[in-house]
């Protein structure tokens, strides 16, 4: 029984399917307090069999080093009552001697986009998710993207945009992309969610500019050959064009990746990237 788990900051996605991909069931449910959370994974799991693999695809920070003592932890985050948390430690006490393999959520989004999805058949590929957050998945060479802690996209630092003097949204950074440019941002930025702003709205000229400057980064240190952005806010009518375009006019034609067409793409799986993703972590 391959078993996967997509642990997000509001939605929890558990799964049974193939190593490939595949689902084969799904169950998703409101991520609450960690033990809240795991027990309704942990029942679900266990009505359906015993799993020999799990993939877990998890909101960050979060320790992804097999070799670290603190592995399975979830690092300090703003989020109440995970700080410490020992996602591997729960899931094998109830199921002892399972094989766990265990990334974030972006980069296993990122994975199943580049190998079934909208980035099919490329190594060297991006996924970024704008949401409660920001966050970023990096295949490199046809290899996730690790280091001493993970990407941490969202709180990478750009330029301001001309005439903008919000304070930022992020707890930790205040103007990092996160603080810039994430859906609570919007929110509080324009005073209404950003699902409710329409196409023409000046907020969307402004996000496709942090987007645009983030990703500039991105092309100068880990150079994709495309660009997944998915989540909530990247929905919005017309907001992968006017980033693409930007990113462009920034790259000056220095960026060779940049000449591929399209380069800044929705994603093809939407709300099941990662959950797919952590699947196909089974089979690595």
């Given at each position: 029984?391959?078993?996967?788990?997509?642990?997000?900051?509001?939605?929890?996605?558990?799964?049974?399917?193939?190593?490939?991909?595949?689902?084969?069931?799904?169950?998703?449910?409101?991520?609450?307090?960690?033990?809240?959370?795991?027990?309704?994974?942990?029942?679900?799991?266990?009505?359906?069999?015993?799993?020999?693999?799990?993939?877990?695809?998890?909101?960050?920070?979060?320790?992804?080093?097999?070799?670290?003592?603190?592995?399975?932890?979830?690092?300090?985050?703003?989020?109440?009552?995970?700080?410490?948390?020992?996602?591997?430690?729960?899931?094998?006490?109830?199921?002892?001697?399972?094989?766990?393999?265990?990334?974030?959520?972006?980069?296993?989004?990122?994975?199943?986009?580049?190998?079934?999805?909208?980035?099919?058949?490329?190594?060297?590929?991006?996924?970024?998710?704008?949401?409660?957050?920001?966050?970023?998945?990096?295949?490199?060479?046809?290899?996730?993207?690790?280091?001493?802690?993970?990407?941490?996209?969202?709180?990478?630092?750009?330029?301001?945009?001309?005439?903008?003097?919000?304070?930022?949204?992020?707890?930790?950074h205040g103007i990092c992309l996160e603080g810039m440019a994430s859906g609570p941002a919007i929110e509080q930025r324009w005073g209404i969610p950003g699902g409710q702003l329409p196409p023409e709205h000046a907020a969307w000229d402004t996000e496709a500019w942090y987007l645009a400057h983030g990703i500039l980064s991105l092309l100068a240190?880990?150079?994709?050959?495309?660009?997944?952005?998915?989540?909530?806010?990247?929905?919005?009518?017309?907001?992968?064009?006017?980033?693409?375009?930007?990113?462009?006019?920034?790259?000056?034609?220095?960026?060779?990746?940049?000449?591929?067409?399209?380069?800044?793409?929705?994603?093809?799986?939407?709300?099941?990237?990662?959950?797919?993703?952590?699947?196909?972590?089974?089979?690595?």
């Amino acid at each position: 029984m391959i078993a996967a788990m997509e642990l997000g900051g509001t939605k929890t996605v558990v799964a049974i399917g193939e190593s490939d991909g595949t689902l084969i069931e799904e169950y998703r449910f409101p991520t609450t307090k960690p033990e809240e959370t795991f027990q309704t994974a942990i029942e679900w799991f266990a009505k359906r069999g015993v799993p020999t693999k799990i993939g877990i695809a998890a909101f960050g920070p979060v320790q992804i080093n097999p070799k670290a003592a603190n592995w399975g932890d979830i690092l300090p985050t703003p989020k109440p009552h995970w700080s410490g948390f020992s996602i591997t430690k729960s899931l094998l006490e109830a199921f002892p001697g399972v094989e766990i393999t265990l990334e974030t959520d972006v980069n296993a989004a990122c994975l199943a986009e580049a190998r079934i999805g909208a980035a099919a058949g490329l190594d060297n590929v991006v996924y970024i998710t704008i949401g409660t957050g920001i966050g970023a998945g990096v295949l490199c060479d046809g290899r996730l993207l690790h280091g001493a802690l993970h990407p941490e996209f969202g709180h990478l630092i750009t330029p301001r945009k001309d005439g903008d003097d919000f304070a930022g949204a992020c707890s930790f950074h205040g103007i990092c992309l996160e603080g810039m440019a994430s859906g609570p941002a919007i929110e509080q930025r324009w005073g209404i969610p950003g699902g409710q702003l329409p196409p023409e709205h000046a907020a969307w000229d402004t996000e496709a500019w942090y987007l645009a400057h983030g990703i500039l980064s991105l092309l100068a240190i880990a150079p994709p050959e495309r660009v997944v952005i998915g989540g909530g806010v990247s929905q919005a009518e017309g907001l992968h064009e006017k980033t693409e375009a930007l990113v462009r006019k920034l790259a000056a034609g220095y960026f060779p990746a940049v000449e591929n067409s399209p380069y800044v793409v929705p994603p093809k799986f939407e709300q099941e990237a990662g959950i797919r993703g952590a699947l196909m972590l089974t089979g690595m």
